[in-house]
């Protein structure tokens, strides 16, 4: 794993950013996020982990999908608006059309109890790969203004929100990431403070 930013790679082209994005799009089954952080962390090395948990905090309260958010900001992040429409087009592009394949499929072949056990499948597969993507970045925490026992509290906050008082998402976003934000903001003062010219 590069945490180093100043050892970090870059692509060399808007095709380059095209391609990657395509190819991480195609291992993304149930969801590109679990597949995300160790192509563009470990093979790629264009994040360190902590640059990689930045920009996908950002793209789960922006709207739409996180992994096309995640895709647009890495591809602006190199190239600019022309970047961020390669890395997105390579997303959605070739997943489109198996997509649109499939679900031609599905509709003729939907009642066969095969196909609806082996969806069933993909689902727990899918849920799988999320929580260890995230087991694996809880170590990004170490490096956060907010550390780990206070972001741990938020997400149980979330958790118990959402999933046990079944209180709206939207809600719970806004209370608990303004407070977040705040309390974020309160850690980082002395230090922005600290490297102000006297």
């Known amino acids: 794993m590069i945490d180093d930013p100043h050892s970090l790679a ?3 082209s808007k095709k380059e950013l095209f391609i990657a994005f395509t190819l991480l799009a195609l291992q993304g089954f149930g969801g590109v996020l679990a597949v995300a952080q160790r192509v563009l ?12 948990v930045e920009i996908l905090a950002v793209a789960q309260i922006l709207p ?7 895709a647009l ?12 429409s390669a890395a997105l087009a390579g997303m959605m592009a070739v997943p489109l059309v198996i997509v649109l394949s499939l679900t031609a499929l599905y509709v003729q072949f939907s009642m066969n109890p095969a196909v609806s056990g082996a969806l069933r499948g993909m689902g727990a597969v899918s849920a799988g790969l999320i929580v260890g993507t995230g087991l694996k970045l809880v170590g990004a925490l170490r490096a956060n203004p907010m550390q780990a026992p206070v972001s741990g509290a938020f997400l149980v906050a979330a958790f118990a929100a959402v999933a046990l008082l079944r209180w709206p998402l939207v809600w719970v976003i806004l209370t608990l ?4 934000c705040g309390h ?3 850690r980082l003062k002395p230090r922005m403070a ?5």
């Open 194 to 198: 600290a490297l102000e010219p006297p």
């Open 10 to 12: 870059q692509p060399s």
């Open 64 to 70: 739409g999908p996180n992994v096309c958010n995640v």
């Open 184 to 186: 974020a903001w309160m």
């Open 41 to 52: 962390c470990e093979q790629k090395r264009w994040l360190t982990r902590e640059q990689f």
């Open 73 to 84: 900001m890495i591809g602006d992040r190199f190239f600019g608006w022309r970047g961020a």
């Open 177 to 180: 990431g303004v407070m977040a």
